[in-house]
């Protein structure tokens, strides 16, 4: 009608009628509803621990912040955070303490790719953020799962079979083909001569005369060296030397 004055409703108010719409939709249509728009909604925060707060986007974990972020960011469960707004979160406040995470992990023991990241995924932070870290400490050399093989064969193989070294070294989240290689070139130098000392030394404790067993007894021997990780070719020479 003529002169009819239309309000709005406040903007906390839009945001909340808004947020209700949104959580009515199928999951499908919301996130593409948001995405599409460049906003995301704030749709729980949650305690976590030492001060710090889960926030959830588009009922999603989205990252961690403390109280005083939160306020100063102006975040509020129903408000919605824009792509710019996300980018400055993730790879400013976020990426900068995530690196210096990593650091203070790294100063404490060397460690590998893997299992720096999974450290700070422990603490919550997004797999971007947690990229961002792993490559600039990469960049530094910080870490170097070439060198921590090396270094890890180097200290365990008299000790340890080759074979159980490499599992070891699987377990630990290194590349096989940087196993392999740092085995290939350790083996070749002076593992070959360690491997089988420590087959000699092994199988005297098992049976201090081998020589006298017979063929069952041989097998027996065998079997429980091989289960220590040794290969039965590398068992069978060491006894035929004794």
């Known amino acids: ?57 588009n009922d999603e974990f989205a990252f961690v912040l403390y109280k005083s972020e939160i306020r100063k960011l102006n975040i509020e469960k129903g408000k919605e955070i824009s792509d710019e707004g996300r980018s400055d979160i993730l790879n ?16 404490k023991t060397d460690r590998t790719e893997a299992d720096l990241r ?15 870290a792993v490559e600039y400490v990469k960049g530094f050399h910080y870490i170097d799962d070439e060198r921590y093989a090396k270094a890890y064969i180097s200290a365990k193989a008299g000790s340890c079979s080759l074979r159980s070294i490499r599992q070891k070294l699987v377990e630990k989240g290194i590349d096989k083909d940087i196993i392999d290689n740092e085995l290939e070139d350790y083996y070749s130098l002076e593992g070959a001569a360690l491997e089988s000392e420590l087959i000699r030394v092994s199988m005297l404790k ?37």
Not at 92 to 107: D, P, Q, T, V
Not at 118 to 130: A, F, G, Q
């Open 1 to 57: 009608m003529a002169g009819m004055r239309i309000l709005h409703p406040p903007a906390r108010l839009k945001s909340r009628i808004k947020a209700r719409i949104y959580a009515a939709l199928p999951e499908r249509k919301r996130r593409l509803s948001y995405y599409s728009e460049g906003l995301m909604t704030v749709t729980d925060i949650k305690e976590y621990k030492n001060g710090k707060y889960e926030i959830y986007l």
């Open 92 to 107: 400013g406040i976020l990426s900068k303490r995530a690196i210096k995470r990593a650091m203070n992990l790294l100063i």
């Open 118 to 132: 999974r450290k700070l995924r422990e603490n919550r932070y997004p797999e971007t953020v947690i990229d961002t």
């Open 206 to 242: 098992i049976c201090p005369n081998p020589a006298s067993l017979d063929h069952n007894e041989r097998q027996k021997l065998f079997a429980k060296l091989y289960r220590r990780g040794f290969s039965i070719s590398d068992i069978e020479k060491v006894y035929s030397s004794l």
